[in-house]
């Protein structure tokens, strides 16, 4: 028989919020948690001088120091571990991603149990209306929302919880005014109390599919208790978002949970409302809108099991489930899955991972795929799903390209560009003008010397900003003033160069006075719900301009543009870094998807200075599908990724001699290493980053390739160990990079 009460073990290996790559070994505590000491247990340790809550990860007897010398731990936190699931996706992330698992943890944690709030025991709040008074509060006439909000909770006699109100997009104050006047009664209930249970599942019945999108649904159910990759591969428009509200109500019909991950640009409240007004059961979305109490409530929500669906942009995926029963990623390719800084991990592959811990279904969206997930369909390891035709009767437009040399520009426009503006306007129509570059210009010259408004921190140009009138780096953030004349020369004949969002509002504002110019950038729309009226307007239809950077590009359904111009194509073709053509090309796809969503067609009209460069004419002739095709070839002829797989270790230094010596020492180390060990790795460098200097720090950088994944993972853990043990690598900042998505 085992012990009941089995000894405290001598040592307890928990991982600290810190970059070293370690477990820190700890005496337990005086008091014992109620169930005993277990990996998974939050703890509150010191550390160095501070106090951090860190997590149990092993229970031993050894430690490599003397047990007397150990520190103790100062106190226990939670009772019960951490969710198994969870713990299990930040081990893996930890290893895969060569980060420290203390950090790992840290990041992948609410904000309010990495500050060691208690996970259990917390109450929650029930809201409840009140049986009608004799007459209706005249009060409410004047607060529609909450006389809905009152309306709303009448339907469910044993009142809500917060979270399912705030679900439906009330808020915390209607609920309080609420009561205030009397109309609703706030209760506390424990959290863990299990909630009555709703009738039915779905509110409005679900659309009859198409014949494609059966087939991709079908294929789909075929398994749903095995983990079941499959690429969904539809053209804009063509009905993905159905498909996966099919699935996800499958899924929750089992009793199973629903994760699905969408890009930063796609959690509108209009994908939200989507996704609420089919289910009747709680849809949790996981935003950076939410409050640090409001999170803890959703990771808690979901990681019980109470909320079967969970929409999130990237760090949802750190959401534990505890009936996990498909994973979905929408706009697979889309950039912002991929953390581009500290934790650097690619939520869609933690997803393709996840799916397979849990032997769960994993279906990846998209109308670009990214050439990684195709590769896998091709292979087979993907099951390729496709959706070509659109719900509209209007196939997604073929991109017109126009030659930008030799012809005048107007705010970046050439004239047989403003004439179809013209003619789409006439006809009553909207048109959408895209450019991606913020500001008025994107740079300031000197025509008469040829100084450019250099940055002083950066290898970089300053772009002009007219509302308001200031010289900015997009790179550092510095701003200053803009020169009367020339800090060169002296001369006043300053001239913008080359046209930003603001110069090309200004140049159709003036074109077409009466009809209203919207712009739509970081800059315009900094006020949080700024962006949600514009588009409230546009929808409404009336004949306008949209002027955007890739804010208005993706996602949005913008139902009556029928025009959408390109101001220029070239920026991805001739750059450096070897994903830029996939990036633009998937780019383009998504602003030419954004015409004819209705029911007239679209026309795009593509202005570049290169009309004859075979890549672009391969996507303007045969599409995305072909060019992809193509550029795959490219990437298995320079033996890129999806071919090899890379790492890159980026050094900066105040001093560039700093950066650059440290890069050659780990090389050096690295290539004889490699001899022994990962003969199949190669190391690249070091080399000076594209943008050497940023903020006046030198950016240097080594790239490590390999066919095999494990001898890659093997180097960059020998990386690693020895730079955490250099002592010149204490004066450089270093970080690296396990499947980089830019080599800047
Ligand atoms: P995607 O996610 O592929 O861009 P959506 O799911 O947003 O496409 O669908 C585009 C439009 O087509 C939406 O307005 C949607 O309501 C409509 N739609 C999708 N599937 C169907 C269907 N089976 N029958 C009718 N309309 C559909
Ligand atoms: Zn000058
Ligand atoms: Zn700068």
């Known amino acids: 028989m085992p012990d009941p009460f089995p000894p405290p073990p001598r040592v307890l290996r928990v991982a600290v919020p810190t970059p070293l790559r370690r477990l820190f070994d700890y005496r337990p505590g005086r008091e014992a948690p109620p169930g005993g000491w277990r990996a998974g247990l939050r703890v509150r340790v010191p550390f160095g001088r501070r106090q951090v809550v860190g997590v149990v990860m092993e229970c031993g007897e050894r430690s490599d120091f003397p047990l007397e010398q150990l520190k103790a731990v100062e106190a226990w936190l939670d009772a019960e571990p951490l969710p198994e699931d969870w713990l299990w996706l930040c081990r893996f992330t930890a290893r895969y991603y060569q980060h420290s698992l203390g950090d790992t943890l840290h990041q992948a944690m609410p904000v309010l149990l990495r500050q060691g709030r208690p996970l259990a025991g917390r109450m929650r709040e029930r809201w409840q209306a009140l049986p009608p008074p004799g007459e209706d509060d005249a009060r409410l006439r004047r607060a529609p929302r909450q006389a809905e909000l009152l309306a709303m909770l009448r339907q469910h006699p044993h009142g809500l919880p917060t979270q399912a109100i705030v679900a439906q997009g009330f808020s915390r104050e209607q609920l309080l005014a609420l009561v205030a006047k009397g109309q609703v009664a706030r209760h506390e209930t424990p959290l863990t109390a299990a909630e009555p249970a709703t009738a039915g599942l779905l509110a409005e019945p679900a659309l009859p599919l198409n014949r494609e999108q059966a087939q991709a649904l079908a294929a789909i159910h075929e398994r749903l208790d095995a983990f079941h990759p499959c690429l969904l591969h539809g053209v804009t428009g063509s009905g993905k978002t159905e498909v996966y509200l099919q699935l996800i109500e499958a899924v929750v019909a089992r009793g199973r949970q629903a994760l699905l991950l969408v890009p930063e640009i796609g959690l509108t409240p209009q994908t939200l409302a989507r996704f609420r007004s089919r289910f009747r059961v709680p849809v949790v979305a996981l935003h950076s809108g939410l409050t ?154 000197c025509h008469a010397c040829g100084w450019l408004a250099d940055c002083d921190h950066c290898d970089a140009r300053m772009t ?177 990724p999806p071919f090899r797989f890379l790492a890159l270790l980026r050094l900066e230094s105040p001093r560039e001699e700093t950066a650059t010596a440290l890069g050659r020492e780990a090389a050096a180390m690295l290539r004889q290493w490699n001899a022994g060990h990962a003969p199949d790795v190669s190391c690249l460098g070091p080399v000076p980053a594209p943008m050497e200097r940023r903020q006046n720090r030198y950016h240097v950088q080594l790239m490590l390739s390999a066919g095999r994944r494990s001898q890659l993972h093997a180097a960059c853990a020998r990386l690693t160990a020895w730079l955490e043990a250099c002592p010149e690598a204490r004066r450089v900042r270093w970080s690296l990079d396990v499947d980089p998505q830019t080599l800047s």
């Open 292 to 445: 640090d109490n409001e999170r803890l409530d959703a990771w808690e929500a979901v990681a019980s099991g109470r909320a079967p669906i969970v929409i999130g942009t990237r760090s949802a995926i750190f959401t534990p489930l505890a009936r996990p029963g498909a994973i979905i990623v929408d706009e697979e390719h889309d950039g912002s899955f991929k953390q581009q800084e500290g934790l650097r991990y690619h939520a869609r592959d933690l997803a393709v991972a996840r799916a397979k811990h849990h032997a769960i279904p994993l279906v990846l969206g998209s109308a670009t795929p990214s050439l990684e997930s195709l590769y896998h369909a091709e292979r087979g390891n993907y099951r390729h799903l496709r959706l070509t035709q659109r719900a509209s009767r209007h196939a997604p437009a073929r991109l017109e390209l126009i030659d930008l040399r030799g012809r005048p520009r107007q705010g970046g426009l050439i004239p047989p560009a403003i004439e179809a503006i013209r003619e789409t306007l006439a006809a009553g129509h909207q048109v959408l003008v895209f450019i991606n570059r913020r500001g008025f210009a994107p740079t300031l010259a």
């Open 464 to 640: 002009l900003h007219r509302q308001p009138a200031v010289l900015a780096c997009h790179h550092c953030d510095k701003h200053r003033p803009v020169p009367d004349a020339c800090p060169e020369c002296g001369s006043a004949d300053l001239r913008p160069l080359g046209s930003g969002t603001e110069r090309t509002e200004e140049t159709l504002a003036a074109l077409f006075p009466k009809l209203p110019v919207h712009r739509i950038d970081r800059d315009s729309t900094r006020r949080r719900d700024a962006f949600e009226q514009v588009l409230g307007e546009i929808r409404r239809g009336a004949p306008c301009l949209l002027v955007g950077t890739q804010m208005l590009a993706k996602g949005h359904h913008l139902p009556h543009v029928t025009l959408v111009v390109v101001v220029n194509a070239d920026a991805g073709l001739y750059a450096s870094d070897f994903r830029a053509l996939e990036h633009s090309a998937q780019l383009l796809v998504q602003v030419a998807g954004r015409a004819g969503r209705a029911s007239h067609p679209g026309r795009v009209l593509v202005q570049t200075l290169h009309t004859d460069d075979p890549h672009l004419r391969l996507l303007a002739g045969r599409g995305y599908d072909a060019l992809a095709e193509q550029l795959l070839a490219e990437r298995r002829a320079a033996a890129l």
